[in-house]
């Protein structure tokens, strides 16, 4: 794309000067490449745009057309160069980004927040789900994404990485018991979130041996993180769940671990765009500005 637009710009300049020799002289090439550069122009363009003598070079009609063509193209090149000098010494515009609820909610919109005091002219849209969208159609910049991630045309940078784990209050757990392995889940209440564990039934684990699924009978089931740690809290049982998800309510005392030997490997979370397209100045600093703050919490 470069090479079409020096070209152009060679064009215009042999065009103004009328002489190949002057057009090399005022952009410092060498008149052998300003002619080369012209005559391949035309050869794409499948139309001669000068008439050659040995004293003149005039403009054929349809080198005219395309001049004036040229000149508009270059000028509207120049001011998106110059808009975009501008975004990168001051940030402004719109930035799309998504991220699942309650990760978004605890880790996300603060970064969000701290981001929007330093750039007053940019806003951003936050778009919280617990399924994944595509960038493309719903026309996000960045994605951030907790677990593994499918084959895509994304770019991904990886920032940290979560555990599943199993949890309760602390009185359920004096009455109840502490689990020794995971089948003895079968002797306790459950409350199965199937934002997490998607077959409510069969939670996984990993061993000494290496992964393997235990059959449990949960007495309730949700389909939101913030719904299964509410039941936990409320003492109706063990629950499943991300341990960003309850890492608040731990430092708080109001939850705690079990099975810690059994979990299963950590999940990455990335933040994602998509691949082939040039990040805008601003969306690049605010992915380096969330990369930064949640590598701070979620990089081990």
């Not at 000067?17 to 050869?43: D, G, I, K, Y």
């Not at 080198?63 to 808009?83: F, H, I, P, V």
């Not at 608040?248 to 671990?257: C, E, F, S, W």
């Amino acid at each position: 794309m470069q090479d079409r637009f020096d070209a152009l710009t060679i064009f215009v300049a042999v065009a103004e000067q009328q002489s190949f020799a002057e057009a090399a002289r005022q952009l410092s090439r060498s008149p052998a490449s300003v002619t080369r550069t012209v005559a391949a122009l035309e050869e794409r363009l499948q139309t001669r745009l000068f008439n050659r003598t040995t004293r003149s070079v005039a403009l054929t009609d349809a080198g005219a057309r395309c001049l004036e063509s040229c000149r508009r193209l270059l000028a509207t090149y120049d001011e998106l160069e110059a808009l975009n000098v501008g975004e990168r010494i001051e940030p402004r515009g719109w930035i799309n980004v998504t991220a699942p609820v309650m990760f978004g909610r605890l880790h996300v919109l603060p970064l969000v927040q701290s981001f929007l005091g330093e750039y007053p002219q940019v806003d951003l849209r936050l778009l919280l789900l617990d399924r994944v969208v595509s960038l493309v159609d719903e026309g996000l910049d960045l994605g951030v994404r907790v677990g593994q991630l499918p084959d895509s045309s994304l770019r991904a940078v990886r920032v940290g990485q979560v555990r599943r784990v199993v949890c309760a209050t602390p009185q359920y757990i004096a009455r109840h018991g502490v689990p020794a392995t995971p089948r003895d889940l079968g002797s306790h209440s459950l409350v199965a979130c199937t934002a997490v564990t998607p077959i409510p039934d069969r939670w996984t684990f990993h061993g000494r041996s290496g992964a393997s699924s235990v059959t449990v009978t949960p007495r309730l089931v949700v389909n939101t993180t913030a719904a299964a740690v509410d039941a936990a809290l409320n003492g109706l049982g063990l629950t499943c769940i991300r341990s960003y998800q309850m890492e608040p309510h731990a430092a708080a005392g109001l939850l705690q671990t079990v099975l810690v030997e059994y979990e299963p490997p950590p999940a990455p979370i990335h933040i994602v765009h998509p691949a082939g397209r040039h990040l805008p100045a601003k969306v690049r600093l605010f992915l380096d500005h969330a990369a930064d703050g949640l590598r701070g919490k979620f990089d081990p």
